[in-house]
């Protein structure tokens, strides 16, 4: 487990009182995983290209990052959280660059103040990651193994357009292995299936403002003093932050994914999919951690635990972890091309050898007699 120094100076002397108030809206800071603020200038050695798709009103426009290694042994698509771009994660996509991936990166659809713009990122994600004319499996040789990353929201999305491609029968995109960093199902603290009272005072509270920005009502504000982020209201731009009614919409999302999941299961329905890493935060105070590990658990999939707060990707030890862990299961091209040169002759060495121990006679047309 990795520790993270915060660098937001609290008030400890106000712990006990933080207690009394722990029903208000913990997602109020949701939108705080973007600090950066302003306008960043695009770095000289990153490009841009873009891909259309089909939305819930039509066609519409998705613009992509393009961060191309020097000698890349591989592709990562990168799909950051709510209101962010990969500009915000800048210094984590050029480490994971000068590691020797390429990455591609396109945002969510930025809703401004509204809501009901969840259904055209799914269907952006869906484009991006799933179609074979996307700048993921076009801008760089098909040889290099494919990878994804995502973000909080972006990573409970995706888990619904694995639903969405399971159930219209299409086949799994061609990504070696998806990381999920603070994937979000839940807001920490009030979150439907682990503290539905908390839960119900956070709803009323959010409906009450649904189209004031998380931070700006006066309760939010207690909030912040009383978890001694206070400064946070005067240093970053609100409008970063999503209004409560945006909040409610990806709660509603993330519960949802559990609905259909559970529901897929029940089906009996295949459970193809492609391997999958959660990197979820224990002390997450905007996503809440254990429904998140529910959620890779119903996935199957490998779950990585840290103290990285909201942000496991802005923490170096956390990943450099990603980094290596995307190494170990980088195959060298080498290798690649070797067992594709050598294929028939090793087949035929592999049944030689099986047919030597017995488990397999050269009569056989199906499955090894001894796994039957």
Same mark, same amino acid.
């Given at each position: ?22 029903? &208000? !809206? ?6 705080? =995983? +973007?600090?950066?603020?302003? #306008?960043?200038? *695009?770095? $000289? ?98 040889? &290099? !193994? ?6 909080? =929201? +972006?990573?409970?999305?995706? #888990?619904?357009? *694995?639903? $969405? ?107 193809? =999919? ?9 002390? $997450? ?88």
């Amino acid at each position: 487990m990795v520790a993270l120094k915060s660098t937001v100076e609290k008030d400890y002397s106000l712990k006990q009182l933080w207690r009394t108030v722990m029903g &208000l !809206p913990t997602a109020a800071v949701l939108g705080m =995983t +973007s600090l950066a603020g302003g #306008q960043l200038r *695009l770095p $000289d050695d990153w490009d841009q290209t873009a891909f259309d798709y089909l939305g819930p009103s039509g066609k519409k426009h998705a613009e992509v990052f393009v961060i191309p290694a020097h000698e890349p042994r591989g592709v990562v698509g990168y799909l950051p959280g709510w209101k962010t771009s990969a500009l915000d994660k800048m210094e984590a996509i050029q480490d994971i660059r000068d590691s020797g991936y390429s990455v591609l990166s396109v945002s969510l659809v930025n809703p401004g103040l509204e809501v009901g713009t969840l259904e055209d990122s799914l269907q952006r994600i869906k484009h991006f990651t799933f179609s074979p004319d996307s700048p993921l499996f076009q801008a760089f040789p098909e040889n &290099l !193994p494919r990878f994804l990353m995502t973000h909080s =929201t +972006s990573g409970m999305l995706f #888990q619904h357009a *694995l639903i $969405d491609a399971r159930f219209d029968g299409s086949r799994m995109p061609p990504i070696e292995h998806a990381f999920h960093t603070a994937p979000f199902f839940d807001t920490s603290g009030s979150s439907a299936l682990y503290h539905p009272r908390l839960n119900k005072l956070y709803t009323r509270h959010a409906r009450k403002h649904e189209n004031e920005l998380a931070g700006t009502p006066f309760m939010d504000r207690m909030y912040y003093y009383f978890r001694g982020l206070s400064r946070l209201l005067y240093e970053e731009n609100p409008a970063i932050r999503p209004t409560h009614g945006q909040i409610l919409e990806i709660a509603e999302y993330g519960r949802s994914y559990f609905e259909r999941k559970n529901q897929e299961l029940a089906s009996g329905a295949s459970a193809i =999919t492609i391997p999958q890493t959660f990197i979820i935060s224990t002390d $997450d105070s905007f996503s809440c951690p254990e429904t998140a590990k529910k959620a890779a658990q119903l996935e199957r999939a490998e779950v990585k635990l840290c103290r990285a707060q909201h942000n496991p990707l802005l923490d170096p030890p956390v990943r450099r972890s990603i980094i290596e862990r995307l190494i170990d299961l980088t195959v060298p091209e080498e290798i690649v091309n070797y067992l594709k040169d050598h294929a028939e002759t090793l087949t035929e060495a592999y049944e030689h050898e099986l047919v030597r121990i017995g488990h397999y006679s050269d009569d056989d047309k199906g499955p090894f007699n001894s796994f039957s």
